[in-house]
C-alpha cells in the first residue's frame, strides 16, 4: 500500500530551525517527484518545494534561501530543512509523491505534520 509519513513537526522560536522528513512505502521512490506543500491557516494549500528523480530543486519564493529539500533515494525519505523561520511559515506541512513536477489529481499526499512558529 502506498503510503507517505511525514515527522518533525513542533514549536519553534522566529529565527529558529526544523528538519522535516517524510518516509515513503509502497511506490518505487526514486521515479517520483516528491513535494513539500503547506497549508497556513485560513490559505489554500502552496507547494514550497520540490526535487525531481534527476535532484532539480525548486522552491517557492517566500522560502528561497531559508528552506532546502533533499532525497534519499536508499532510504526512501524526502527532507525539508527549514531555517530562519518566521511566523509566517506557520502552517500543516505536507509531503507529496507526484509522477511528474505537474501537480495531479493522482497525487500521493501524507497526513501532514504542524509546524508552528511563535514566541
Known amino acids: 500500500q502506498a503510503q507517505l509519513v511525514e515527522s518533525g513537526g513542533g514549536l519553534v522560536q522566529p529565527g529558529g530551525s526544523l528538519r522535516l522528513s517524510c518516509a515513503a512505502s509502497g511506490i518505487i521512490f526514486s521515479a517520483y517527484t516528491m513535494s513539500w506543500y503547506r497549508q497556513r491557516p485560513g490559505q489554500i494549500r502552496e507547494r514550497v518545494a520540490y526535487?525531481?528523480?534527476?535532484?532539480?530543486?525548486n522552491y517557492e519564493d517566500s522560502v528561497k534561501a531559508r528552506f532546502t529539500i533533499s532525497r534519499d533515494n536508499a532510504k526512501l525519505t524526502v527532507d525539508l530543512q527549514m531555517d530562519s523561520l518566521e511566523p509566517e511559515d506557520t502552517a500543516v506541512y505536507y509531503c507529496v509523491a507526484g509522477l511528474t513536477a505537474t501537480p495531479s489529481r493522482g497525487d500521493l499526499w501524507g497526513q501532514g505534520t504542524q509546524v508552528t512558529v511563535s514566541s
Open positions: 526535487i525531481n528523480m534527476h535532484y532539480d530543486t
